[in-house]
Structure formats: structure tokens, C-alpha cells
């Protein structure tokens, strides 16, 4: 069954981000979580990668770690507001804006919104652009959080931990069937993000 293969893929995500998650960070965490991605998108039939493209596939693709781009960002109320985010499929997803995180990164003064997906159960959600986008990491954006999809490093000291060493690309960046949520004007960040994932295609 399709569902029982995607309830094991959403395990195996939550898995790595956990294993990242009590191990604080660093290198060999993220190392892992790289090497654990490239084998889900290589073997598991819930690969996002279209059928045709896991047989030659060679890994995604990163930019160098950084221990800098591990922040830990202070979480700033706002007043909620409901938002229908585009996606890659034209239909709108609806969030609520409930707060924001800020938090610096490469001498810079960042503010990125926090979103609650408006959907059974709910989650966290931070995707992001930077001036990399649409040149060194995919135009639309990356995804930092999405707690549905087990993408979350908790928080230390009552901050959110934020890793753009485990920045993502959504799932519609390597095929169309998938539809994402895109980021924001208001997480368009003015700085080059020279941390996680790239997109060379």
C-alpha cells in the first residue's frame, strides 16, 4: 500500500532530523542526515525523485558546512494572521502567521515568520528565500522547518534552533507532480545563504 510506504518515509525523515536533534548539531550530525537523505531519495519508493532519475542519481547536492549557520533565534509574538501561502500548484495552503524568529547570520540582523499549518493536527512551518535563490539553491525557496514532515531541532534556552546547514529544497523542485508551499515575500532574506542544499537543475 502507498500509504503504509509514505508512514515509513515520514519515520525515517523523523528519524534523521531526531538523530540531529540529540546530537546538538555539528559536522557528523549533518554529515548523517545528508548520507540518510541521499539513501531515501535513491532507494525508497517514496523518493521524491521520478522514477526514471534514481538510477543515475549521485546524491543531492550541498553547500560546505558551517558551524555559523546554526543559530538560535529568539521567538518574537505577533498578532495572528491567516495566510494562504502559493504553491508550486497554484492552490493556495492556508497558515497562520503566529510569530517571528530573529536571529543573526553573517553579521546580519535576520527575521524570518513563523507559520501554523492550518490543517488536521497542525505544524510548524519556515520555508525561506535568500539571494542565492533562483542561481546556487532552487527560486522558490527552502524549506528550515516543517514539523510535519519531522523537520525540527527544538529549541535551546527558549530560542528556536535553526540549521541553514539543513536547509532542504520542497519536494516540487525535482518534480512537478509534488505540490509545496512557497516561500513568502516576507522570508526573502537580503543575504546569500551559502548553507544546505543546492539545486543544479
Given at each position: 500500500?502507498d500509504?503504509?510506504?509514505?508512514?515509513?518515509?515520514?519515520?525515517?525523515?523523523?528519524?534523521?532530523?531526531?538523530?540531529?536533534?540529540?546530537?546538538g548539531?555539528?559536522?557528523?550530525?549533518?554529515?548523517?542526515?545528508?548520507?540518510?537523505?541521499?539513501?531515501?531519495?535513491?532507494?525508497?519508493?517514496?523518493s521524491?525523485?521520478?522514477?526514471?532519475?534514481?538510477?543515475?542519481?549521485?546524491?543531492?547536492?550541498?553547500?560546505?558546512?558551517?558551524?555559523?549557520?546554526?543559530?538560535?533565534?529568539?521567538?518574537?509574538?505577533?498578532?495572528?494572521?491567516?495566510?494562504?501561502?502559493?504553491?508550486?500548484?497554484?492552490e493556495?495552503?492556508?497558515?497562520?502567521?503566529?510569530?517571528?524568529?530573529?536571529?543573526?547570520?553573517?553579521?546580519?540582523?535576520?527575521?524570518?515568520?513563523?507559520?501554523?499549518?492550518?490543517?488536521?493536527?497542525?505544524?510548524?512551518?519556515?520555508?525561506?528565500?535568500?539571494?542565492?535563490?533562483?542561481?546556487?539553491?532552487?527560486?522558490?525557496?527552502?524549506?528550515?522547518?516543517?514539523?510535519?514532515?519531522?523537520?525540527?531541532?527544538?529549541?535551546?534556552?527558549?530560542?528556536?534552533?535553526?540549521?541553514?546547514?539543513?536547509?532542504?529544497?520542497?519536494?516540487?523542485?525535482?518534480?512537478?507532480?509534488?505540490?509545496?508551499?512557497?516561500?513568502?515575500?516576507?522570508?526573502?532574506?537580503?543575504?546569500?545563504?551559502?548553507?544546505?542544499?543546492?539545486?543544479?537543475?
Amino acid at each position: 500500500m502507498d500509504e503504509l510506504g509514505l508512514l515509513d518515509w515520514k519515520r525515517r525523515v523523523f528519524a534523521l532530523f531526531a538523530a540531529v536533534r540529540a546530537a546538538g548539531g555539528g559536522a557528523a550530525a549533518v554529515a548523517d542526515w545528508r548520507a540518510g537523505r541521499d539513501a531515501l531519495f535513491a532507494e525508497h519508493p517514496q523518493s521524491p525523485l521520478p522514477a526514471a532519475a534514481r538510477a543515475g542519481f549521485a546524491g543531492l547536492e550541498y553547500h560546505p558546512f558551517d558551524p555559523a549557520a546554526r543559530v538560535a533565534a529568539e521567538l518574537v509574538p505577533a498578532e495572528p494572521a491567516r495566510f494562504e501561502l502559493d504553491t508550486s500548484a497554484g492552490e493556495p495552503m492556508a497558515f497562520t502567521r503566529f510569530g517571528r524568529a530573529r536571529f543573526a547570520l553573517g553579521g546580519e540582523a535576520c527575521e524570518l515568520e513563523l507559520y501554523w499549518l492550518e490543517a488536521y493536527g497542525g505544524g510548524l512551518f519556515v520555508p525561506f528565500a535568500d539571494a542565492t535563490s533562483g542561481k546556487e539553491t532552487y527560486g522558490a525557496g527552502r524549506y528550515l522547518l516543517d514539523t510535519v514532515k519531522g523537520a525540527d531541532l527544538g529549541t535551546h534556552d527558549g530560542r528556536l534552533v535553526l540549521d541553514f546547514n539543513l536547509a532542504y529544497n520542497p519536494s516540487c523542485s525535482y518534480d512537478p507532480r509534488w505540490a509545496c508551499p512557497l516561500a513568502p515575500p516576507a522570508n526573502r532574506l537580503a543575504l546569500a545563504v551559502r548553507a544546505g542544499e543546492r539545486h543544479t537543475a
